[in-house]
């Protein structure tokens, strides 16, 4: 059985547990805790050098890392990642995006805000970083207008990447009043069979 190794509150990991459970795909969860050093034991460096979660174990032992990566080798041949080139493509597209436009800009400033203490110096970050976050969902919100999802009219994992931190965006301090499309987006994919919150914690296994 393959293993991911996760921690609860990290979006990029939920991208992984949302996917596993539309697929209705077994799995181990092996949760590490990023706050306490968990991703940086000898035993998980060996399985990620990165160090860094979420990374699936496969059945012969590989470790795959990068939660994109993990989405795109998970979602092969099913329905979640569409099979013309094109759609291929633009599906990569928004996932690069979402790594290196909003990513950033959305998922930082929530990990500042939640997990760092109030006198951090990494707080003089926010006011540039969330400037740059608006600046995302607003190119997100203009590509959703007239269309249900980002690719292909259909929900892929493009809309699962792209979820994960944009629905705790208020976490972050980032308002999504001023982006209808966004949100109406939003309430599609919670909408989806199967959808789990961020919050689900897999049962043991």
Known sequence: MQTLYDYLDSGNG???????????HPYRW????????????AAFLAKNPNGRIP?????????????????WYLAEGSALLPDSRLARAQVLQWMFFEQYSHEPYVATPRF???HLPPDSP??????????????????MDTHLNGRRYFVA??????????????????????????????RAWLARVAAQPRHIPISYRPPPS
């Open 122 to 139: 990494r707080r003089a970050e926010l006011a540039q970083r969330l400037t740059q976050g608006r600046a995302a969902l607003g190119v």
């Open 153 to 182: 009219d259909g929900y892929t994992i493009a809309d699962i990447a792209l979820y994960a931190y944009t629905h705790v965006a208020s976490e972050a301090q980032l308002d999504l009043a001023p982006f209808a499309n966004v």
């Open 30 to 41: 092996v949760e590490l805790d990023i706050m306490r050093g968990g991703t940086r034991t």
């Open 55 to 71: 990374a699936l174990e496969l059945d012969d032992g590989t470790c795959l890392a990068e939660s994109d990566a993990i989405l």
């Open 14 to 24: 939920y991208k992984i547990r949302l996917l596993l459970a539309l697929l209705e």
């Open 112 to 114: 500042i805000l939640k």
